[in-house]
């Protein structure tokens, strides 16, 4: 059965190709937003995918398939990081996005709100970000995401709680260092 949300399913489940063809460049998507860069988030989309082929593809239930993929990207991600011991690298890509507006001052200020959004993300500790952009970015429920990582909602409300309040002393620490910066 051809489901439009669910991507090729067959039997309810749908295979580890299936999953690549739809949810390959979100899953590249959150795991830059989650702070891998460069080479690191093509290893660790190739390796989800892999575990997601082991696994014998999705299977459908609570959780979506992009959810379900980032609880292995997340894994995989970790284990990584662990396993390399590398800090998070400023990545020049965000701060040279381009912008979609005709004013380049408007465009400059994009860009950096994007970059500070991004530094600020890189803040959190990685449970609580995982949770916040599937959350936040993504439009993911906490029942969804209960689901997918295994922990009670009790758990999901409370990591939210902390990321939404950490980010956002992040992200303003940031502006007001700019705005300082530029008036001097």
Not at 127 to 148: M, N, T, W, Y
Request: aromatic fraction near 8%.
């Amino acid at each position: 059965m051809k489901d439009s949300r669910r991507g090729d399913m067959e039997g309810g489940r749908m295979d580890a190709e299936a999953l690549f063809r739809r949810h390959a460049a979100w899953t590249a998507r959150y795991v830059t937003q989650l702070g891998f860069r460069g080479q690191d988030v093509e290893d660790i989309v190739q390796e989800t995918f892999l575990v997601a082929h082991r696994r014998g593809g999705f299977l459908e239930g609570p959780a979506k398939p992009t959810t379900w993929l980032a609880q292995i990207a997340l894994r995989v991600g970790m284990a990584q990081r662990r396993s390399t011991r590398r800090a998070p690298v400023a990545d020049e890509h965000i701060e040279r996005a381009p912008s979609s507006t005709a004013d380049p001052l408007s465009g400059a200020m994009s860009s950096q709100a994007l970059a500070n959004t991004q530094r600020a993300l890189d803040t959190l500790p990685m449970d609580q970000r995982a949770l916040f952009v599937l959350f936040e970015i993504e439009g993911e429920s906490c029942e969804a995401l209960a689901q997918a990582f295994g922990v009670p909602i009790g758990t999901v409300y409370s990591r939210l709680h902390r990321a939404r309040a950490e980010f956002l002393q992040e992200y303003r620490r940031l502006t007001a260092d700019q705005k300082t910066r530029s008036a001097s």
